[in-house]
């Protein structure tokens, strides 16, 4: 099997103002192989399933992807080098006030001298573009946590809905107690969980940063995080504390490790 070409893009999402006078952008696409590699550009409308897994949907009439015209849509990046990608956001009708989305596919087109050497996995990678029109309100509710232990694992989830016209994520961090020793919800805090100025109390027996999936607008999702369950069994609060949107937002759920 010949593996996929090595190729990185930057930035990994835009946000656009669709109210101003253009709304203009581009993506670089770097090849780190020591090969050429032709690509194809595609743009597609897309949500998340149930899953949070990645699906492309039909186009709408207020889908981004229709208003979206991107150049060079075929090239070929030699090896160490890039290529710039350039778009323009240009809306066929009004936007409605609000979130609308589309991503942007880089596929590589395969060589068909490559392809008589063997079976060859081609890449496919997406940067997702957000454009935003009139009032725009990103909302959302936390309507629980819960957590589980499956062997050495513990899952944490988080039940999340957006109740805006735009997009929510979770940027927030958990941590993990015991709970004689949980602090109380109201002096969790920010931490800093790298480097020298590392500041988790020692009497937290792990902490990190939530996963920061989007959950679009009138939709409903359970974002799942598997950690690495504490070693000393027990009862444990595991904590959350951050930004849910442009709001603050707190939470916890008792585990009993075992």
Same mark, same amino acid.
């Given at each position: 099997?010949?593996?996929?070409?090595?190729?990185?893009?930057?930035?990994? =999402?835009?946000?656009?103002?669709?109210?101003?006078?253009?709304?203009?952008?581009?993506i670089r696409l770097?090849?780190?192989?020591? +090969?050429? /590699?032709? /690509?194809?550009?595609?743009?597609?409308?897309?949500?998340?399933?149930?899953?949070? %897994?990645?699906e492309e949907i039909?186009?709408?009439? &207020?889908?981004?992807? &229709?208003?979206?015209?991107?150049?060079?849509?075929?090239?070929?990046?030699?090896?160490?080098?890039?290529?710039?990608?350039? @778009?323009?956001? =240009?809306? =066929?009708?009004?936007?409605?006030?609000?979130?609308?989305? $589309?991503?942007? @596919?880089?596929?590589?087109?395969?060589?068909?001298?490559?392809?008589?050497?063997?079976?060859?996995?081609? @890449?496919?990678?997406?940067? $997702?573009?957000?454009?935003?029109?009139?009032?725009?309100?990103? %909302?959302?509710?936390?309507?629980?946590?819960?957590?589980?232990?499956?062997?050495?694992?513990?899952?944490?989830? $988080?039940?999340?809905?957006?109740?805006?016209?735009?997009? /929510?994520?979770?940027?927030?961090?958990?941590?993990?107690?015991?709970?004689?020793?949980?602090?109380?919800?109201?002096?969790?805090? &920010?931490?800093?969980? *790298?480097?020298?100025q590392r500041n988790?109390?020692?009497?937290?027996?792990?902490?990190?940063? *939530?996963?920061?999936?989007?959950?679009?607008?009138?939709? =409903? %999702? *359970?974002?799942? @995080?598997? %950690?690495? +369950?504490? &070693?000393?069994?027990?009862?444990?609060?595991?904590?959350?504390?951050? +930004?849910?949107?442009?709001?603050? /937002? *707190?939470?916890?759920?008792?585990?009993?490790?075992?």
């Amino acid at each position: 099997i010949i593996p996929p070409a090595q190729i990185s893009a930057s930035p990994a =999402r835009i946000t656009l103002d669709l109210d101003g006078p253009s709304a203009n952008g581009s993506i670089r696409l770097q090849n780190l192989g020591d +090969k050429p /590699v032709s /690509v194809r550009t595609q743009v597609s409308n897309f949500r998340l399933d149930e899953e949070n %897994r990645l699906e492309e949907i039909p186009p709408t009439p &207020q889908s981004l992807d &229709q208003w979206i015209v991107i150049n060079p849509v075929d090239f070929t990046i030699p090896a160490g080098q890039q290529q710039v990608v350039r @778009f323009s956001v =240009r809306p =066929r009708t009004r936007p409605a006030p609000g979130e609308h989305r $589309a991503m942007v @596919f880089f596929e590589e087109v395969p060589d068909p001298a490559a392809i008589e050497e063997g079976v060859r996995v081609n @890449f496919r990678m997406g940067v $997702a573009i957000y454009g935003l029109a009139g009032e725009t309100v990103s %909302r959302g509710q936390l309507h629980g946590l819960e957590a589980r232990q499956a062997g050495d694992v513990i899952e944490l989830a $988080a039940d999340i809905e957006s109740l805006g016209n735009a997009l /929510v994520r979770l940027e927030a961090q958990y941590s993990i107690w015991p709970r004689e020793q949980f602090p109380g919800e109201a002096n969790i805090r &920010q931490y800093t969980l *790298t480097g020298q100025q590392r500041n988790v109390p020692e009497t937290a027996v792990a902490a990190g940063p *939530t996963p920061s999936t989007p959950v679009f607008p009138e939709t =409903r %999702r *359970t974002i799942r @995080f598997p %950690r690495e +369950k504490p &070693q000393l069994p027990g009862d444990d609060i595991i904590a959350i504390h951050g +930004k849910l949107g442009e709001e603050a /937002v *707190t939470g916890t759920v008792t585990l009993t490790i075992r």
